[in-house]
């Protein structure tokens, strides 16, 4: 149900749907002041639209923690005024960002969607309009209590809407380009926008919503490879100041058995840094009791990530060490599901 009354801030940082192509046919971005001159179907949308962008467009490639906090700022400053936000955003990182924002904006009451397309919105065969489009009106849906439908951080990208934290990038060229493997679609568009609505994460109606800042970037990714030495690993181990540590292993969790592996692993939870295992596989999740492999891993302290993603684990681990967690809280906190990142 629409509120044709409704409001909703569309976010621009960058990225491919706000660009078009130059005399040179180099693409550059464009004011987007001028988005309803590209997506004139904006015009027949039955509530209204407001667009604040960064001051300086960026690609994907380049958003940071930083960008972020800037994200969170800018729907903080503007949460009582809108019913709902879209974040038009690169889609090279735009797990990462959906993932952040689902730990630094807690007891959403009001959907935070992201969206972004393969081809610029100035080409004829963009997916950039339906995209944008779609993402709007998800973001001032309500039901029948006037609330909004999906009152968390999602993306929608070509017909399916995601929850954040559960969303990776699965195809650079395909206009699918990202998939939820581990925990179902909250929507689907066709015909009609159809909701799954016991999917959805809804937050006690007396919980007020809480804006987050504070982060820290003391994390890093391993992923295993046959060849890996102990030379590289314990290179890692020792940088300075690093605190988590994302182990990307193979299937269900497994690692190399040699003693000289897990002597590095051990060394470095023996340093205190937290090292989360997670699958490198697309879907399924980290079951560290199932093989020899894994259970070596867990003997020595190394956590499992169940089926969190790559994008959420990092973020994650940001999120709790920046807000001055001791180790144990940490390793506590990465076992239970804060925004639905994982499957308890």
């Known amino acids: ?6 409001c909703v801030l569309l976010i ?12 040179t046919g180099a693409l550059r971005t464009f004011d987007f002041n001028h988005l309803k001159k590209y997506v004139p179907e904006i015009n027949r949308l039955n509530f209204n639209i407001e667009s604040i962008q960064f001051e300086v467009p960026i690609d994907s490639s380049d958003m940071n923690p930083e960008k972020w906090l800037h994200l969170v700022k800018i729907i903080e400053e503007n949460y009582n005024k809108y019913d709902g936000f879209v ?14 924002l689902s730990f630094m904006l807690e007891n959403l009451n009001k959907p935070v969607i992201l969206t972004g397309s393969q081809l610029p919105i100035g080409k004829i065969r963009t997916d950039g309009k339906e995209n944008l489009i779609t993402a709007l009106e998800i973001a001032v849906d309500k039901n029948e209590n006037g609330e909004a439908v999906v ?6 990208f070509q017909n399916l809407l ?6 990776i990038k699965v ?15 909250l929507a689907e568009a066709g015909t009609y926008i159809r909701y799954w609505n016991d999917l959805v994460l809804h937050r006690p109606r007396n919980l007020k919503p809480k804006f987050h800042y504070l982060l820290d970037t003391n994390v890093t990714v391993i992923r295993i490879f046959p060849g890996i030495s102990a030379e590289t690993l314990r290179a890692i181990i020792h940088i300075p100041h690093l605190k988590g540590i994302v182990l990307e292993t193979y299937g269900a969790g497994n690692a190399p058995t040699g003693k000289w592996f ?3 692993i051990k060394e470095g939870i023996d340093k205190g840094i937290v090292i989360v295992n997670v699958t490198q596989c697309a879907s ?8 020899q492999a894994g259970q070596a891993l867990k003997d020595i302290g190394v956590l499992s990530g169940n089926d969190v993603t790559t994008e959420a684990a990092v973020a994650k681990l940001m999120f709790l060490f920046g807000h001055g967690l001791s180790r144990d809280e940490v390793k506590c906190n990465m076992q239970l599901s804060l925004a639905g990142e994982i499957t308890v």
């Open 262 to 264: 897990l002597d590095v």
């Open 162 to 167: 995601m929850r954040g934290n559960r969303t």
């Open 1 to 6: 149900m629409l509120d044709f009354n409704a």
């Open 284 to 291: 399924g999740s980290v079951e560290m009791n199932r093989y």
């Open 12 to 23: 621009y940082t960058g990225g491919t749907v706000g660009m078009i192509e130059d005399a």
């Open 87 to 100: 974040i038009l955003h690169g889609t090279d990182t735009m797990a990462y960002s959906a993932s952040a």
């Open 151 to 156: 009152p968390e951080v999602c993306i929608f």
């Open 171 to 185: 195809n650079a060229d395909n206009f699918r380009a990202f998939n939820s493997f581990n925990y179902p679609i």
